[in-house]
C-alpha cells in the first residue's frame, strides 16, 4: 500500500509539474505568435504524450522552442518582455562559442526556457537545421492551444541525439527504450535519412548505441561506426576536450590564439554566469579573472586524456 501511495504522489507531482511548464510554454508561444515568430516546441508533451502513460511519472519542467535563426534576437526579446532574462547575454559571446540553445529564467515562478537554435550535435547551419525539422511537423493541443512539434522521425532523431549529448542519464534512456519498442522500424528509418540530411549520422548511432536493441537497429539501418571522436567526447560530457578539438582544427594560427585568448579571458557575461566569484563585485569580477586561466590548466590533463582515449578507440 505504501509503494502504491509513493506511486501515487509521484504521478501527482508530475501531473503538476507538466501542468506548469505547459502554461508557461502556452505563454510563451501566444506572444512569440503575436509578433508573427513561428515556432517548434521540442520534447515536452510532444515526447511525453507519445512514449508515456499519464500513470508513468513522467515529468518536465522547462518549456524547450526553436525558432528560425533569423528569428532568435527577436525570440529572446518577446520571453524578455514576460520577464524572462538570459542566463547569458551573448551579444557579447563569440557565434563559434554559442550553444545549442539560450536559457532563459523567470525568477518570480521558477519558469525556463530554453530557446533553441540547433540541435547538439548537428553538422548543418542553423538555417538548414530549422527547415529540415519544420518539414512534417504535427500540431498538439495545450489547454486550447494549438502548438507545432516535430514530426515523429525528427523526434526520434532528438531522442537519440539527446541520450548521446548527455551520456545516456536515466530520463534520456527511458525515453529512448519506449521509443525503440513504439516507433517501428520504417519510421526509423526515416530518422535515419534525416539524421544524414543534418550530418549527425554519427551521434545518432551513439545514442542508439546505450541500448542492446538500438545498436541491434543501428546494425540493421547501416549506421556506421564513424572514425570521428567528437561524437564520442560529446557523449563523454568532457566540454574541455571539445573545446581543445575545437581549437585544434581551426583554420589558421591566428584564429586558434584568439580562440585561446578568449576562453581564458571570457566576457563579463560568460564570467557571471560561470563564476560565483564574479558576481561579488569588482573584485570578486577581478578573482574570478585572475583564477580562470588557473582553472583551465587543471582542465588540460583530462581533456588532452580524453581526447587520447578516444583516439586510441577509434584505431581498435
Known amino acids: 500500500m505504501e509503494a502504491d501511495e509513493a506511486g501515487r504522489l509521484a504521478a501527482v507531482a508530475a501531473a503538476a509539474g507538466r501542468l506548469h511548464a505547459d502554461r508557461v510554454t502556452v505563454e510563451a508561444v501566444l506572444a512569440l505568435r503575436d509578433r508573427g515568430i513561428d515556432c517548434l516546441l521540442l520534447k515536452g508533451p510532444g515526447i511525453a504524450r507519445w512514449l508515456f502513460s499519464t500513470m508513468d511519472a513522467r515529468s518536465y519542467s522547462d518549456s524547450d522552442l526553436m ?30 562559442w554559442r550553444a545549442h540553445a539560450l536559457a532563459l529564467i523567470r525568477r518570480i515562478d521558477r519558469s525556463v526556457v530554453d530557446m533553441h537554435r540547433t540541435l547538439p ?28 512539434i516535430p514530426g515523429k522521425p525528427a523526434r526520434l532523431v532528438h531522442c537519440a541525439l539527446h541520450t548521446a549529448q548527455h551520456g545516456g542519464e536515466w530520463r534520456d534512456i527511458q525515453a529512448l527504450e519506449r521509443a525503440l ?28 548505441e546505450y541500448l542492446p536493441a538500438g545498436l541491434a537497429l543501428a546494425e540493421r539501418l547501416g549506421l556506421e561506426r564513424s572514425g570521428a571522436i567528437r561524437p564520442r567526447l560529446m557523449a563523454r560530457g568532457t566540454a574541455p576536450a571539445l573545446t581543445l578539438l575545437d581549437i585544434a582544427t ?7 590564439a584568439a580562440m585561446v585568448a578568449r576562453k581564458l579571458a571570457p566576457p563579463r ?5 560561470w563564476s560565483p566569484l564574479a558576481r561579488r563585485g569588482k573584485i ?33
Not at 528560425?68 to 557579447?92: H, I, K, M, N, Y
Not at 519498442?181 to 542508439?208: M, N, S, Y
Open 181 to 208: 519498442e513504439l516507433a517501428g522500424e520504417d519510421t526509423w528509418r526515416e530518422a535515419a535519412r534525416l539524421a544524414a540530411e543534418l550530418r549527425c549520422r554519427p551521434q545518432f548511432r551513439v545514442g542508439l
Open 121 to 148: 550535435g548537428v553538422g548543418v547551419d542553423d538555417a538548414t537545421c530549422w527547415e529540415l525539422l519544420l518539414r512534417g511537423r504535427e500540431a498538439v493541443t495545450l489547454g486550447h492551444t494549438r502548438v507545432w
Open 250 to 256: 581551426a583554420h589558421g594560427l591566428a584564429r586558434r
Open 67 to 96: 525558432v528560425a535563426p533569423d528569428r532568435f534576437s527577436a525570440a529572446v526579446d518577446t520571453l524578455r518582455r514576460l520577464g524572462f532574462q538570459p542566463e547569458l547575454e551573448e551579444s557579447r559571446m563569440p557565434a563559434w
Open 269 to 273: 557575461t560568460f564570467m557571471l554566469a
Open 284 to 316: 570578486g569580477l577581478a578573482a574570478a579573472y585572475a583564477w580562470r586561466p588557473v582553472w583551465v590548466a587543471t582542465q588540460l590533463p583530462r581533456a588532452l586524456r580524453a581526447i587520447a582515449e578516444e583516439r586510441a578507440r577509434r584505431r581498435q
